[in-house]
């Protein structure tokens, strides 16, 4: 059974930072592209960042590109979003996400809430 387990969010200041770590179990991990969703109140969910199987590739929303940085460790089965110069608008729920092609479904986190305030 595939489990995301996502976890660092919390409350910052803006231009502040904060490191999210998601854990995964249950699949091959590095077999997969990795994907960091948000989602904020009254809005729909949208993708963030992407980090290819083996990390080498990555794409991002083009408002957090030069802010935030994925990136993965195969060997943990762990994906992470290090982002800085955190921005109000950033607040939101972020998940994690996979997609397993060969049983054609998206799997998620909980979710870790972000919230950006002064």
């Known amino acids: 059974q595939v489990q995301l387990a996502e976890s660092g969010g919390g409350v910052v200041q803006p231009g502040g930072s904060l490191r999210l770590s998601c854990a995964a179990a249950?699949?091959?991990?590095?077999?997969?592209?990795m994907t960091w969703y948000r989602q904020a109140p009254g809005k729909e969910r949208e993708l963030v960042a992407q980090?290819?199987?083996?990390?080498?590739?990555?794409n991002y929303l083009d408002s957090v590109k030069g802010r935030f940085t994925i990136s993965r460790d195969n060997g943990k089965k762990s994906a992470y979003l290090q982002m800085n110069t955190l921005k109000l608008e950033d607040a939101a729920v972020y998940y994690c996400n996979v997609f397993i092609s060969v049983r054609g479904r998206d799997y998620w986190g909980q979710g870790t809430q972000v919230t950006v305030s002064s």
């Open positions: 249950g699949l091959t991990f590095g077999s997969y592209s």
């Open positions: 980090v290819s199987p083996g990390g080498d590739s990555t």
